[in-house]
């Protein structure tokens, strides 16, 4: 099933938002707790069987799936946040759509530096999302952030972007959760902050001059993160296949097993969230590897 919420959307080009009674969304629908499950880096591969060292991510997406259905809320949505498939093949695509209609839930996708933004939109139909676009749920304002730029492992928004974004926030008072692929500041770790976003602080100078942004989240890191600048908290989150160790200076792979992130988003504007991993997994990432 295609991302959609049969509620207010707009990509770019926001709609002035009209006054709404406390508690009540612009839909008219009560305002109430929403789950969005994230998951992310699934890396698929055309094969089935395909691995990224060591690791058949076909599988392990598969069960991180499986958790994440039977372990966290009945989720309002499903948000996966780049690095969709790792060999931009139309078959890696075709069963990522299979994987996630299966779910009955609505799912939204942004891209990641592994992935082609042509195949997405025509294999993922409307749940492909970008370069700025934004989904109201429960009267939160999700938006989505096409940080990639073709051919750069690092991220890059760039004015064009920025300004959309500013408007899109602008726009709307509601709570706000901003999600995009690259981590937009440093994690400590020398060989990933090089790619990470590159323009990150304009990115930040949104949330600061718009505090009902409460968190940018993130992929592309393979890791658990969290920071917070004031009241904006800056969350990455587990790869479903291969993990990233923190804080090295090279590459350098974790043992923890794959997982997703839970956000649980309340009436009143505060944002709950928890990483879930499975607990173990067979497969096991070649620790000797030197990237991917
Ligand atoms: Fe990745």
Redesign the pocket.
């Known amino acids: 099933m295609p991302a959609s919420t049969g509620l207010r959307t707009f990509d770019i080009a926001p709609d002035i938002a009209p006054s709404q009674a406390p508690g009540e969304t612009r839909s008219g629908r009560t305002a109430q707790r929403r789950t969005l499950l994230q998951l992310?880096?699934p890396?698929l591969f055309a094969d089935p069987e395909g691995q990224l060292l060591d690791v058949t991510t076909r599988r392990s997406f598969e069960a991180v799936l499986e958790l994440a259905l039977a372990h966290s809320p009945p989720a309002d949505a499903l948000v996966l946040t780049?690095?969709l498939v790792h060999d931009e093949s139309r078959e890696g695509y075709r069963t990522l759509r299979r994987l996630l209609d299966r779910t009955g839930l609505p799912y939204y996708c942004i891209p990641?530096?592994?992935d082609s933004r042509p195949l997405m939109d025509e294999l993922l139909g409307p749940a492909a999302l970008g370069p700025v676009a934004a989904r109201e749920l429960g009267g939160w304002n999700l938006v989505f952030l096409d940080s990639t730029e073709p051919g750069r492992e690092g991220g890059r928004i760039g004015a064009a972007r920025l300004a959309a974004l500013r408007d899109a926030v602008a726009a709307d008072p509601s709570p706000a959760v901003i999600f995009l692929h690259q981590h937009p500041i440093p994690v400590r770790s020398a060989w990933m902050d090089k790619l990470r976003v590159e323009d990150g602080d304009e990115l930040l100078g949104i949330c600061d001059r718009h505090p009902q942004v409460k968190a940018l989240v993130c992929?592309?890191i393979?890791q658990e993160f969290e920071h917070r600048i004031q009241g904006c908290r800056i969350l990455g989150t587990p790869?479903t296949c291969v993990q990233f160790a923190p804080r090295q200076a090279d590459f350098a792979i974790d043992t923890h097993a794959p997982g997703y992130r839970e956000l649980t988003l309340l009436a009143d504007g505060a944002l709950e969230t928890r990483v879930v991993r499975l607990d173990g997994y067979p497969e096991h990432p070649s620790r000797t590897a030197g990237g991917y």
Do not use: A, R
Request: net charge negative; proline share 0%; no cysteine.
């Open positions: 992310t880096d890396h780049g690095d990641g530096n592994h992929g592309h393979h790869s």
